[in-house]
């Protein structure tokens, strides 16, 4: 019989006690013990799957070998079908390798999937465990996003497809159809939905996850199956489950984007075979997730320049990204002026403000600010405050910057505008975007061949660039 052992595992960071605490003594998080049946225990007891124990003992008897001596192999990648999603990946999925993938609820994280492994599955087996949706309405789906793949494609072979499809929550179940079945890809849509009869804690709890998560694993290590799992986030946008589930995997994707808008967003917040912040752009059509080869187009207004607009080159991993931001400047009816910023950060407008105030004599303090990045993105980079100021200056003065201009530049405390990286990356965007002007540092060190026909206009700080970019001195009245 074994021993019936309990311990408390604390919801939020995965520690464990022996005892129970009102408060974590690991995270400080109050009321998060739960009482949970010993999962060392229950391991040892559970039933080995079957061929793991004698194929994998001679392969343990493993010595260290001199690093040098250590022969190569290229990193095999199995491409996703989506050119987005691979250099997301960094180059497609490698085999045997875990990869978390993260988003609200409706972003679209399954659509993605069904259509990657509908793609997958003409030249490999894919496995698609829905834990969350029935048989049904999976087929409906796939069904759906098929008319669209078919149109475009002479070769429909629905039924050469090598897609198979499990709806089940019990792990021990997909574990077998795993190990049956031997794919080269599976996907489990979601982990948090998924449950370990062993444990008596519910679907979706620290724990719960925690063993799914681990058993997936060893066997996709065993048999070279490259996994994909579906994560929830919380409200606050963080991935659900134990951080542990983070350090498990070898890359975590999120899928994000703005609920009204239709694009999406996914990035690499951390792989172990590519670069991270990389970002792959889609739009959610009504036939599923279409690639967008060029999403400057996306965040670039339409209407052409009006006052209080700028465009800026912000850099999203290697990818260079046009991005309009809007500025509205109206003297404020309040004691203390609203400000507010979608898509930036509040604190870096306030920074910005004030030192256009302090260094360019603009009595700001008695005016609201309201800032917009166009189409929804998330804009962290410091290499938009230049364009954040020249949009805000614009519109307190009433000025359309020249058509064809982009902004580019770090604004330091004391008005000076400090270098940015991989401007001629930037550069180069801007260019094959047509935009003809380009606001940079000085000092770059970018000769006129670097500059890919555009016309450079550098400024040491922000008073200049404002004069260089809008043609009249800002600062007078
Ligand atoms: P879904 O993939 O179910 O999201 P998640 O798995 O991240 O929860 O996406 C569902 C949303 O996408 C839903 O609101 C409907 C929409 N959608 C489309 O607009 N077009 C489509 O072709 C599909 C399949 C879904
Ligand atoms: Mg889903």
Known sequence: MARSAASFVCQACGARTRQFFGRCSACGGWNTLVEQRDTAVDNRRRRPVAVASEAEAPRRAHRSEPIASLGETPLQRLTSGYSELDRVLGGGLVPGSLVLLGGDPGIGKSTLLLQSARAMAEHQTVLYVSAEESAQQVKLRWRRLGEAADAGQATPALSLSRLQLLAETDLELVLQELEVLRPAVAIIDSIQALHDGELASAPGSVAQVRECAAALARIAKRQDTALVLVGHVTKEGLLAGP???????????????????????????????????????????????????????????????????????????????????????????????????TGIAVNRLHQILAVLEKHLGLPLSRFDCYLAVAGGLEVEEPAADLGVAT???????????????????????????????????????????????????????????????????????????????????????
Not at 309 to 319: D, K, N, S, Y
Not at 411 to 425: M, P
Not at 457 to 475: M, Q, R
Request: contains cysteine.
């Open 243 to 341: 951080k542990v589930l983070e350090h498990l995997v070898d890359a975590v994707l999120t899928f994000e984007g703005d609920r009204f808008a239709s694009h999406r967003l996914l990035r690499a917040v951390k792989n172990r075979f590519g670069a991270t912040h990389e970002l792959g752009v889609f739009e959610m059509r009504g036939q599923g997730l279409a690639e967008v080869s060029n999403p400057s187009e996306l965040f670039l207004g339409q209407e052409g320049p009006c006052p209080g607009t700028a465009t800026i080159v912000a850099c999203e991993g290697t990818r260079p990204l046009l991005v309009e931001l809007q500025a509205l400047v109206s003297p404020t009816s309040y004691a203390s002026p609203r400000r507010t910023a």
């Open 391 to 477: 949009a805000v200056v614009a519109s307190f003065r009433d000025l359309t910057l020249p058509a064809g201009t982009v902004l580019v530049g770090e604004l330091g405390l004391g008005g000076q505008l400090r270098q940015v990286s991989q401007l001629e990356l930037r550069l180069q965007e801007a260019a094959r975007l047509g935009f003809v002007r380009a606001v940079v540092p000085r000092g770059s060190g970018l000769g006129a061949q670097a500059a890919f026909g555009l016309q450079l206009l550098e400024a040491g700080s922000v008073a200049e660039a404002l004069v260089a970019a809008l043609g009249v001195d800002p600062a007078m009245e």
